[in-house]
């Protein structure tokens, strides 16, 4: 599974006054609030249960690594919906 | 000399032991060094130790002395979050509660005029040796009084309040004392003026509350105010940090303040310094079989994890009050021939302070999960713990507790005595979990002062004097 398309405009939205995420490797710069946020919104808005052990910066650090984090994850059929 | 119990040591633990026994009739001597006031490091109190303090009467006497009042910890670091104090009700229900900060210099010495007020006997004097019986058991101490004249205090109980000195470790009274996981971290604190404080009368932004400032792993500092104009400011490095640098401690401590946080920074701009900058060296260690035949260590005497949290007072004032029907049955001869008449106490408290171990090492390992936790997933259990809630008679383990453990790859079992709780050991050498006996080759925090002294030179050996002295106090 590819990253949702709202959860990219999510993170773009969050990191404002950043210019849009372009490169899939690319730190994110979210702020840890930022990202609690996010995890949040994963949750609820794109059915993508993190797992307590999921919680390092590193998953959250570039696209490239959150994609992988959640192609795992839908591997596993470890989401919520 | 003849008592029932013999407490050594008039700190929190000390005279709040006192004070419990008291109320089951009986009248402890307590064996103290110092003359009080004196200065000592530890100012925050958790909820339950506000609690505890309420439940022995003091609450007026508290209000009485204009405490800052305490509203919750205020944490700034790569995660920033609140965490407020709370109590639970008979139905373990959360209110909103407050607790104090309090400048131990007048605090404890508050609670030991208080002790002896309700009926304990203080004696000015040193513990020099532990008195021991056939059977390995604790039978008294000899102690030196400040004219050099000696005596002997025979007690059926012994209990070791001593704080850092860890008088019945280092007698080997009890079972090995290990490093514990943070010994290589150095802590140097003063007390300050002018430093900014926020401005609400609750919550979050209430002006009294615990602020703590980090951004690197293991650097850390500490703002608690005092009254209404000092705050007590303290960091926290790894030692080598420290050594890098070739400093003095004041120095030093002026050097680094800056650079552990821009908040930090933001709040200290105009500090004046009220006194000398303290220092403690390799402060963290363990004390196996800390309770056995005729004695228990309580607080500071057996376990020092690490001071980010406040744990110490809690844990003192707390452990004494566990302790108590224990003692009490023990004075009336129960459970005399088993091996550890403690050993149920001595369980309670050590999963305690596991508890809080656990939750100060998923703090530095894992700071996102941390906050998320704090924010999101198990706040109410973290409210609990940082309450000084962590005990097997409050719902500990908890799912947060037992969820730092999974994320720490980390196993506790507690079905044999021997061995629970083995310290994990050195953060930085982790080959080296050693024990930190007085023939260990691991150097020990009095030889490291001494050594510390020799290098800084004339200048610093007055302070380096008084620090060993601020260590050794209690004993």
Not at chain 2, 87 to 94: I, S, T
């Amino acid at each position: 599974m590819e990253i949702p398309q709202k959860l990219i405009d999510y993170i773009n939205t969050s990191r404002a006054p950043l210019p849009p995420v372009s490169d899939p490797e690319e730190p994110l710069q979210i702020d840890s609030l930022g990202l609690i946020r996010l995890v949040s919104f994963m949750e609820s808005d794109c059915g993508i249960r993190v797992e307590d052990e999921e919680l390092v910066a590193e998953n959250f650090a570039t696209l490239h690594s959150l994609g992988q984090l959640i192609e795992k994850k839908t591997q596993g059929a470890n989401t919520l919906s | 000399m003849k008592t029932d119990v013999l407490i050594i040591g008039g700190g929190p633990a000390g005279s709040s032991a006192a004070m419990f026994l008291a109320k089951e009739g009986i009248k402890p001597i307590i064996l103290e060094q110092e003359a009080f006031p004196r200065f000592h490091i530890g100012e925050s109190m958790t909820g339950e130790a506000g609690a505890l303090l309420r439940r022995l009467g003091l609450e007026e006497k508290m209000l009485e002395r204009s405490y800052p009042v305490k509203h919750g910890v205020r944490v700034y670091g790569t995660s920033s979050w609140f965490i407020p104090v709370a109590r639970r009700d008979e139905n373990w229900e959360l209110h909103p509660a407050t607790t104090w900060q309090v400048r131990r210099s007048d605090f404890d010495a508050l609670m030991l005029d208080e002790a002896q007020a309700r009926g304990a006997t203080l004696i000015r004097g040193r513990a020099k040796t532990a008195l021991r019986s056939e059977d390995g058991g604790v039978r008294g101490v000899t102690m030196v009084r400040p004219d050099g004249s000696e005596e002997d205090i025979e007690a059926q109980l012994v209990i070791d309040c001593s704080g850092m000195a860890t008088f019945l470790a280092n007698q080997k009274a009890t079972g090995p004392k290990y490093l514990g996981s943070y010994d290589k971290q150095i802590a140097f604190f003063t007390h300050v003026k002018g430093a900014l404080r926020d401005t609400g009368t609750s919550g979050e932004t209430a002006k009294d509350n615990t602020l703590i400032f980090y951004q690197k792993k293991y650097h850390w500092a500490w703002g608690i105010p005092i009254d209404d104009e000092v705050m007590s400011l303290g960091i926290v490095v790894p030692t080598a940090e420290f050594q890098k640098h070739n400093m003095g401690r004041d120095e030093f401590f002026r050097f680094y303040l800056p650079q552990i946080n821009p908040e930090l920074v933001r709040r200290t701009e105009n500090i004046e310094y009220l006194g000398k900058v303290h220092v403690i060296p390799n402060y963290s260690f363990q004390v196996r079989s800390f309770c056995g035949k005729g004695y228990i260590c309580l607080g500071d005497a057996h376990r020092f994890i690490d001071p980010i949290f406040s744990f110490g007072i809690s844990a003192a004032m707390r452990e004494a009050e566990f302790a108590i029907p224990h003692i009490v049955s023990y004075l009336r001869g129960e459970r005399r021939d088993e091996a550890n008449p403690f050993e149920a106490l001595q369980r309670f408290c050590e999963q305690g302070s596991d508890n809080l171990e656990d939750m100060v090492d998923l703090f530095w390992e894992q700071p996102f999960a941390f906050a998320t936790f704090v924010h999101q997933r198990y706040r109410s259990e973290l409210i609990d713990a940082f309450a000084g809630r962590v005990y097997e008679t409050e719902h500990q383990p908890s799912n947060a507790i037992m969820q730092f453990r999974k994320l720490l790859k980390r196993e506790r079992d507690y079905s044999h005595q021997d061995d629970y709780s083995i310290p994990i050991g050195s953060r930085y050498h982790a080959e080296r979990a050693p024990l930190w006996a007085p023939d260990s080759p691991v150097e020990g925090t009095e030889e490291w002062l001494k050594r510390s002294a020799e290098s800084d030179g004339n200048k610093a050996s007055d302070r380096d004097e008084a620090s060993t002295a601020e260590l050794v106090n209690a004993e």
